[in-house]
């Protein structure tokens, strides 16, 4: 549905994104994940033709945005970071006034109804929008964006700033637009975007540092020990199977520092090849392979 072909974007001398390229699909809810100023919200203005890239090309349902920018942008619903709103329009007034942007046939009653319906604000739409909470608010960013109806959603940040029950609400509405829209949301904080999201896409210094399912790349753990002791290697070895890793730090340190990447428990495994080889463990943790991405970003 959107295709991301090694954009790059200049800002004079500065590149603030640099080669990215993936694919977003129907259905699957994307999170664009990645330390702040890692590129995350120029990403998206790309996306949306608030910017051009200054390399690469996007296209959306086969149509380039450079070459078909209103027809691509028609395709798009978007909420941008800080989520700007008219705040003394009433809410059912905002919904239609962002209606008209796009068609003016858009902006009848029902419409705005179904609409405001579908994201639990059918009882605030005669509200005035400064009078209504922060997670209310994010509900008519949220309709203003779906108002006519698109098949990419693209957020940025859509959770920043609210309470925990708001931030629940706002998961539960996103995963129900799911079923026939491809969605990116983008954030800096990892607990959110599992607790959103089918798949990922880490950046960090606007370049692509990993990608994939959200089950494949949280389903493995990095093991990271201290070892001290001889054949190391060649007994950690015998432990990994072809979709593991093992790596181990220079073998003349005394001190190994060793890292395995496995979807299994081996706990108990090393643990008894270090009784059987008389090996020193100075330390062993695990953590989420996803979790290890994000905090190694810099």
């Not at 609409?115 to 608010?137: F, P, W």
Request: glycine share 6%.
């Amino acid at each position: 549905m959107v295709k991301v072909n090694t954009i790059s974007k200049y800002f004079g001398k500065e590149k603030a994104v640099d080669g990215l390229s993936f694919e977003l699909k129907k259905g699957e809810i994307t999170g664009l994940l990645g330390p702040n100023g890692a590129g995350k919200s120029t990403t998206m203005r790309m996306i949306t033709s608030y910017l051009f890239p200054s390399k690469g090309t996007i296209s959306i349902n086969g149509l380039d945005t450079q070459k078909h920018t209103l027809e691509t942008q028609r395709l798009i619903g978007y909420i941008p970071e800080n989520n700007p709103l008219y705040t003394e329009m009433l809410v059912y007034d905002y919904l239609e006034m962002s209606a008209r942007f796009f068609d003016s046939a858009l902006a009848d009653i029902k419409r705005i109804k179904e609409t405001a319906k579908s994201v639990g604000l059918s009882d605030k739409l005669m509200t005035s929008i400064h009078e209504l909470s922060k997670g209310y608010r994010q509900r008519v960013a949220l309709a203003a964006a779906l108002i006519h109806n698109p098949s990419v959603l693209i957020m940025d940040e859509p959770t920043e700033g609210l309470d925990p029950n708001q931030r629940q609400d706002i998961h539960r509405l996103i995963k129900s637009l799911s079923k026939d829209k491809a969605i990116l949301i983008s954030s800096h904080v990892l607990q959110e975007v599992k607790a959103m999201c089918t798949s990922v896409i880490v950046i960090n210094k606007g370049r692509l540092a990993a990608s994939g399912s959200l089950d494949s790349l949280s389903g493995y753990k990095t093991i990271k020990m201290q070892l001290e002791g001889s054949r190391i290697k060649d007994e950690l070895s015998k432990l990994i199977k072809k979709d593991e890793k093992l790596k181990i730090s220079d073998d003349k340190a005394k001190i190994k520092e060793v890292r395995i990447s496995t979807k299994k428990e081996i706990h108990p495994e090393i643990s008894a090849l270090a009784s059987k080889n008389k090996w020193i463990i100075w330390e062993m943790q695990a953590e989420d392979s996803l979790e290890e991405i994000f905090k190694e970003l810099k």
